[in-house]
């Protein structure tokens, strides 16, 4: 009897056993860990959506009149010159109105010689007359009549002139209204998209509506970032800040550039963070051959490097100044530390740690806390 009582007490004595062993040799936590190292802190900005690669000229071009495409010398893709008409609409009615207007400058030119050489006849017919006056040869009445016919030669000629400077701002405004038919290339450059067929007609945007362009015209081999970024970070980006730039296109590879221009607004988009538009130069010409227009682009403006200091993961940092000290008994301690420069990769270190020290990089993970055993699972020196 005694004996079954004894057995049926083993269990209790077998799990009071283990309890007291395992608060005496407590099982170490597994956590992620790094070393405090030496090396390159940067601090940065970086956009707070994706920017966007963009040609350093590009023209959205359609004719200012709306007409039928008569003329479309060029194909998507081709390289055209400055100059190189581009599209040309239906203009015979206006080619005919310039011509129009072209005879009427001569015609004018015409009545101004004839109208002139009349008034310097009439001129030397009044000198006549005064001469002969002098002499009573004539009466005065023929002479006030001979002046008044100078006179009005005179003016006639004077007149003939004033036409000519009339029928030639005609001209102007008919070649102008010719112009407006035609497409010319601003720059040398390559026909991105073509909007449009021959015999077609288009008509230009009406107020406040946006079309698309007929030719959208790209210089070639020159290329710019341009990506927006947070209002609060904007005061501290000046011209000619390094920064590295990553495309989507070519992940894993950084293109190195510098900031060319810093916008002169807020830009406000609805239910979107105000933002200010940074556009940046690639340094290595090399990067342009094989860049599109339109790739997405993420940028990092460096403000500040510091070199040779030691650094952290700055994903092991909590509360902003603190971190998980892995000591050498086995057991984490939560330590108070100095920070420096930081970004998203490393934190620089000012005090509170030595080099070599081995820290949690996962604070938030579940059982890290202050005295708990742990021991690290990886060690990553950065």
């Known amino acids: 009897m005694r004996l079954s009582r004894f057995w049926l007490l083993v269990p209790f004595l077998v799990a009071g056993g283990w309890w007291v062993w395992q608060q005496q040799h407590p099982t170490a936590l597994e956590v992620s860990a790094a070393s405090v190292s030496r ?15 963009k040609a350093c000229r590009r023209a959205k071009l359609s004719p200012s009149i709306g007409g039928q495409i008569s003329v479309l010398p060029f194909a998507e893709g081709a390289h055209v010159n400055t100059g190189d008409v581009l599209l ?41 007359a005064s001469r002969l006056r002098q002499s009573a040869s004539i009466s005065v009445q023929e002479l006030d009549k001979a002046n008044t016919a100078a006179a009005v030669a005179d003016a006639t000629c004077k007149a003939a002139e004033a036409q000519i400077t009339l029928t ?11 112009e407006r038919t035609v497409l010319v290339a601003p720059f040398a450059g390559v026909i991105a998209d073509i909007n449009g067929e021959l015999n077609e007609y288009v008509t230009p945007s009406p107020p406040g509506i946006q079309t698309l362009p007929v030719v959208d015209l790209i210089e070639p081999g020159c290329f710019l970032a341009s990506a927006p970024i947070d209002e609060v970070d904007a005061p501290n980006i000046k011209t000619g800040l390094p920064a590295r730039i990553t495309l989507d296109a070519w992940r894993g590879r950084d293109f190195p550039g510098k900031v060319t221009r810093v916008g002169s607004y807020v830009i406000d988009l609805e239910k979107q963070a105000r933002t200010v538009e940074v556009e940046l130069a690639f340094d290595n ?17 460096i403000l500040e490097t510091r070199r040779d200091v030691l650094r952290i993961p700055t994903e092991a940092l909590f509360d902003k100044h603190y971190v998980y000290v892995l000591t050498d008994a086995g057991t984490l301690e939560k330590r108070k530390i100095g920070v420096g420069l930081s970004n998203w990769s490393f934190t620089e270190v000012t005090e509170g740690l030595a080099e070599g020290a081995s820290i949690v990089t996962t ?19 950065e």
Not at 90 to 112: C, F, I, S, T, Y
Not at 168 to 178: H, N, P, S
Not at 285 to 301: C, F, Q, R, T
Not at 363 to 373: F, K, M
């Open 285 to 301: 010409p090399a990067d342009l051959k094989d860049l599109l227009v339109g790739y997405s682009a993420d940028v990092d403006i």
């Open 363 to 381: 604070p938030g993970a579940a059982g890290v806390a202050e005295g708990v055993a742990a021991q690290a699972k990886e060690t990553t020196d």
């Open 88 to 128: 040309r609409l239906w203009n015979h009615d206006l080619q005919a109105n310039v011509e129009a207007a072209d005879k009427g400058v001569q015609a004018a030119r015409a009545q101004r010689s004839a109208s002139c050489l009349q008034a310097a006849e009439t001129r030397r017919a009044a000198d006549r």
């Open 39 to 53: 090396g390159v802190v940067e601090s940065s900005v970086a956009n707070t959506r994706a920017g966007t690669v």
């Open 168 to 178: 030639a701002a005609q001209l102007k405004a008919a070649q102008a209204q010719l």
